[in-house]
């Protein structure tokens, strides 16, 4: 009896082994109390607006007036005292030009008022100016006469108020003031320096269409167009911005989107409160459903074929004026390792590639974590000879492994950052050549082993096979996180940290859809278009978590 009972006690793990487990099981209680706090603590100042929520209604025009609230004061229809208001009000500008002239006959004066630098200059020459001083038919004509039949231009409209006229001029249009016409005339002469189309620099492509978005937002909504004849692709513009304005403009397939949907991202939008949208990562940041989770729930792209595809999806593109980048909601896992080259190929070459950047992902989060629970915790689970050959590689080593990973990782991520931030000749070279260095003089000054640079150039060329770079950024961040569980519980550390993971997946959800479908919630009918791309002839329906008005590919 006391051999089985000393038999019995000798299978009990020691102290060590229950600490470990109370660590285990304590650190997520903690985090998890620790990221709520923090949620609400910051949400509670920050009017975040959240699924299914309201904007509250815009007073109109007609309704401020009767409520009493004054609205901008109008034009007078005195020529000398708008043209003074107008000075008074934005003449200070140095880049402000403000022509006086007389119409043809000499009986009207008008006032040409425009932007420097933000217009055609030949077209503002040639078919204004000239046609107003000199090709006006002679003979007694009204100004509205002139506005509506004699200016050849097809946007042009009227304000009603000095304030939005002004807001306008400086905002690229160029204005008239023609004496006896009730209100000025603002004409649309878009000018200037600007981009060509080129192909996109942060979404490298073999094959598919060598166009990329560029900072004029007419030039963007004009390459979705061009994708292909659609009376369902429609646009909405808004404007957002309380000291410096910018238009927004939502796309999407009006017989395909969700309704639910888009009404959640305009109120979204409407809902932005900020001095200056500087550029789409702004509108990233404001409208995502979780903002402190480290995984971004809007992707960003500059491939009109990629929003296009998204569209035909159910999704919702946003785009900002001045920048490249467009938005597309909502956004799930697998899309940020995904690219449009796996369907411009053949179904098994798109499949394998899919497959390696799913692995390669995997590499990028755990690969240090795994090494550092391996050499520092679990020795016995690696092969004898291959035990055998990184314990003489780490021989003469002076500093733990959690301490060695650091070592090189942040050399690599100081590497990266400088070879982005070079000029682009001296970058590709200055990474190359700067991590040969380091790894080769590290391992001859026995500061780390030669088996975990391997590990280390493993870790960064598996974040380089990711198609999106934001996505890459995530798993850089977290990774250090998996480093530090690891380097604390062993395995069990790494295997907490990647379910604590998993679990964080599996309730963000971007704008209203769960992040990890089809894989949770279950949708096996999406499962063709997830770790596998199934053949064109298989895809016949849109993905289900969209919810779409039509869920038919093909008729």
Same mark, same amino acid.
């Given at each position: 009896m006391i051999?089985?009972?000393a038999t019995?006690?000798s299978y009990?793990p020691?102290w060590?082994?229950?600490?470990?487990?109370?660590?285990?099981l304590l650190?997520?209680?903690?985090?998890g109390y620790l990221y709520?706090?923090l949620y609400?603590?910051?949400g509670?100042?920050r009017g975040?607006?959240g699924?299914g929520?309201?904007?509250a209604?815009?007073?109109?025009?007609a309704a401020?007036?009767?409520?009493g609230?004054p609205g901008?004061p109008p034009?007078s229809g005195?020529?000398?005292t708008?043209?003074?208001a107008?000075?008074n009000?934005?003449g200070?500008?140095s880049d402000?030009?403000?022509r006086?002239f007389?119409?043809?006959?000499?009986?009207t004066?008008?006032?040409l008022?425009?932007?420097d630098?933000?217009?055609?200059?030949?077209?503002l020459n040639m078919?204004?100016?000239q046609f107003?001083?000199?090709e006006?038919?002679a003979?007694?004509?009204s100004?509205?006469?002139i506005?509506n039949?004699l200016l050849?231009?097809s946007?042009?409209n009227?304000?009603?108020?000095?304030?939005?006229?002004?807001?306008s001029v400086l905002?690229?249009h160029t204005?008239?003031?023609?004496?006896g016409l009730p209100?000025g005339l603002l004409?649309?002469l878009?000018g200037?320096?600007?981009?060509t189309?080129?192909?996109p620099v942060?979404?490298?492509?073999?094959?598919?269409p060598?166009?990329?978005f560029?900072?004029?937002l007419?030039e963007?909504t004009?390459?979705l167009?061009?994708?292909?004849?659609?009376?369902?692709?429609e646009m909405?513009t808004?404007r957002a911005?309380?000291?410096i304005?910018?238009?927004i403009?939502l796309s999407y397939?009006?017989d395909i989107?969700n309704p639910?949907?888009?009404?959640?991202?305009?109120n979204?939008?409407?809902?932005?409160?900020?001095?200056?949208?500087?550029?789409?990562g702004y509108?990233?940041?404001?409208?995502?459903?979780?903002?402190?989770?480290?995984?971004?729930?809007v992707?960003n792209?500059?491939?009109?074929d990629?929003?296009?595809?998204a569209?035909?999806?159910g999704r919702?593109?946003i785009l900002?004026d001045?920048t490249?980048f467009?938005?597309?909601?909502?956004?799930?896992?697998s899309?940020?390792?995904?690219?449009?080259?796996d369907?411009?190929e053949?179904w098994?070459?798109? /499949? =394998?590639l899919r $497959?390696l950047?799913f692995?390669s992902? *995997?590499l990028?989060?755990?690969a240090?974590?795994l090494y !550092?629970s #391996?050499?520092?915790?679990?020795?016995?689970l690696?092969?004898t000879?291959?035990?055998?050959?990184?314990i003489?590689?780490?021989?003469?080593?002076p500093f733990?492994?959690?301490i060695e990973?650091?070592?090189?990782e942040?050399a690599?991520e100081i590497?990266?950052e400088?070879?982005i931030r070079?000029p682009?000749?001296?970058?590709?070279?200055?990474?190359?050549?700067g991590?040969l260095?380091?790894?080769?003089?590290?391992?001859q000054?026995?500061?780390?082993?030669?088996?975990?640079v391997i590990?280390?150039?493993v870790?960064a060329?598996?974040?380089f096979?990711?198609?999106?770079?934001s996505a890459?950024i /995530? =798993?850089?961040? $977290?990774r250090f996180?998996g480093?530090? *569980?690891?380097?604390?519980?062993?395995m069990?550390?790494t !295997?907490? #940290?990647?379910?604590?993971i998993c679990?964080?997946?599996t309730?963000?959800k971007?704008?209203?859809?769960p992040?990890?479908?089809?894989?949770?919630?279950?949708?096996l009918s999406?499962?063709?278009?997830?770790?596998?791309?199934?053949?064109?002839a298989?895809?016949?329906?849109r993905?289900v978590?969209?919810?779409?008005?039509q869920?038919?590919?093909?008729s």
């Amino acid at each position: 009896m006391i051999r089985l009972l000393a038999t019995i006690v000798s299978y009990i793990p020691g102290w060590a082994i229950f600490g470990q487990a109370g660590v285990a099981l304590l650190v997520p209680l903690v985090l998890g109390y620790l990221y709520k706090s923090l949620y609400r603590l910051v949400g509670s100042g920050r009017g975040q607006v959240g699924y299914g929520t309201k904007t509250a209604p815009q007073t109109p025009p007609a309704a401020a007036a009767k409520s009493g609230t004054p609205g901008p004061p109008p034009f007078s229809g005195n020529y000398t005292t708008d043209l003074h208001a107008v000075q008074n009000a934005i003449g200070a500008n140095s880049d402000l030009h403000i022509r006086e002239f007389t119409l043809a006959g000499g009986m009207t004066r008008g006032a040409l008022i425009y932007v420097d630098g933000m217009q055609n200059d030949r077209v503002l020459n040639m078919r204004i100016m000239q046609f107003l001083m000199y090709e006006i038919p002679a003979g007694p004509m009204s100004s509205t006469e002139i506005a509506n039949h004699l200016l050849p231009f097809s946007q042009l409209n009227e304000a009603d108020s000095v304030e939005s006229f002004n807001k306008s001029v400086l905002f690229g249009h160029t204005a008239l003031l023609i004496e006896g016409l009730p209100g000025g005339l603002l004409i649309e002469l878009p000018g200037g320096a600007n981009r060509t189309i080129g192909e996109p620099v942060s979404e490298a492509l073999l094959r598919g269409p060598r166009l990329g978005f560029s900072e004029v937002l007419s030039e963007n909504t004009s390459l979705l167009r061009r994708q292909g004849f659609s009376d369902q692709l429609e646009m909405k513009t808004y404007r957002a911005g309380n000291t410096i304005q910018r238009d927004i403009v939502l796309s999407y397939m009006k017989d395909i989107v969700n309704p639910e949907l888009l009404e959640e991202v305009t109120n979204r939008i409407r809902k932005i409160d900020i001095d200056f949208l500087a550029e789409s990562g702004y509108i990233e940041q404001l409208i995502e459903d979780n903002y402190l989770s480290p995984f971004q729930q809007v992707q960003n792209t500059e491939r009109p074929d990629r929003v296009i595809s998204a569209l035909l999806e159910g999704r919702i593109a946003i785009l900002l004026d001045g920048t490249p980048f467009a938005l597309i909601v909502p956004v799930t896992f697998s899309m940020l390792l995904q690219s449009p080259e796996d369907y411009y190929e053949r179904w098994l070459p798109g /499949t =394998l590639l899919r $497959l390696l950047r799913f692995a390669s992902a *995997f590499l990028a989060l755990m690969a240090p974590s795994l090494y !550092i629970s #391996f050499i520092s915790f679990h020795p016995g689970l690696i092969p004898t000879e291959l035990a055998i050959s990184i314990i003489k590689t780490r021989q003469g080593v002076p500093f733990p492994s959690l301490i060695e990973v650091l070592i090189l990782e942040v050399a690599i991520e100081i590497l990266r950052e400088a070879g982005i931030r070079l000029p682009k000749p001296i970058g590709p070279a200055m990474g190359i050549v700067g991590g040969l260095i380091i790894g080769d003089a590290a391992v001859q000054a026995g500061i780390v082993s030669p088996f975990l640079v391997i590990v280390v150039a493993v870790t960064a060329i598996s974040s380089f096979a990711i198609p999106m770079y934001s996505a890459g950024i /995530t =798993l850089r961040l $977290l990774r250090f996180a998996g480093m530090l *569980f690891a380097s604390v519980l062993g395995m069990y550390g790494t !295997i907490l #940290f990647f379910l604590l993971i998993c679990c964080h997946l599996t309730k963000l959800k971007s704008f209203g859809v769960p992040y990890l479908t089809p894989v949770s919630p279950f949708r096996l009918s999406d499962w063709k278009d997830l770790f596998l791309r199934a053949p064109m002839a298989l895809m016949k329906r849109r993905p289900v978590m969209m919810k779409t008005k039509q869920d038919k590919r093909k008729s």
